[in-house]
């Protein structure tokens, strides 16, 4: 709502009072949200070791979407919530920003480019290997119909 706009009734004044000050997220998310480099770079370090961080987060004094003090499950889904919507803003960590692969530049292939088929069937016999081998039967005319018996 715009500041200079003031609703002069006071069911509406009572109704903008109510609300999270994050939003639709928890202290805790807003929180890890703010601080995610850095902690994205203690978790690489360190390890995320839940139980000892889920204790600090409580006397910091953040708590979840309740009100509550976080539990190790609490916190290790905000976190994930937390990674999943940076990964989806497309926003490189600073460890990430190196990491990524150079392109690849596509070299110019060795084998020559294949002949066309000649256009006589004998030159293309005649260029065909023999490998030594004949079919049991001998080689069948398919272009004609069997007679009926």
Request: charged share 30%.
């Given at each position: ?6 609703p002069?009734?006071a069911?509406?004044?009572?109704v ?11 202290p805790l ?19 995320p ?17 309740d ?7 609490t ?42 088929p000649?256009?006589?069937?004998s ?21 004609s ?5």
């Open positions: 709502m715009l500041d200079d706009a003031k002069s009734d069911r509406v004044l009572q903008l009072g109510v609300g999270k000050d994050g939003g639709r997220h928890s998310y807003v929180w890890m949200q703010e601080h995610h480099a850095t902690l994205k770079a203690e978790f690489e370090t360190r390890g070791q839940w139980a000892e961080r889920t204790k600090a987060l409580a006397e910091a004094g953040l708590v979840d979407g009100g509550d003090p976080p539990t190790q499950r916190a290790m889904q905000t976190w994930y919530r937390v990674c999943r919507a940076e990964r989806r803003k497309g926003t490189p960590t600073p460890a990430a920003a190196g990491a990524l692969p150079s392109p690849l530049v596509a070299k110019p292939s060795s084998k020559p480019a294949p002949t066309p000649p256009a006589d069937a030159e293309a016999d005649a260029d065909a290997p023999d490998f030594g081998f004949k079919f049991a039967g001998g080689l069948k005319d398919w272009s119909k069997p007679e009926p018996t």
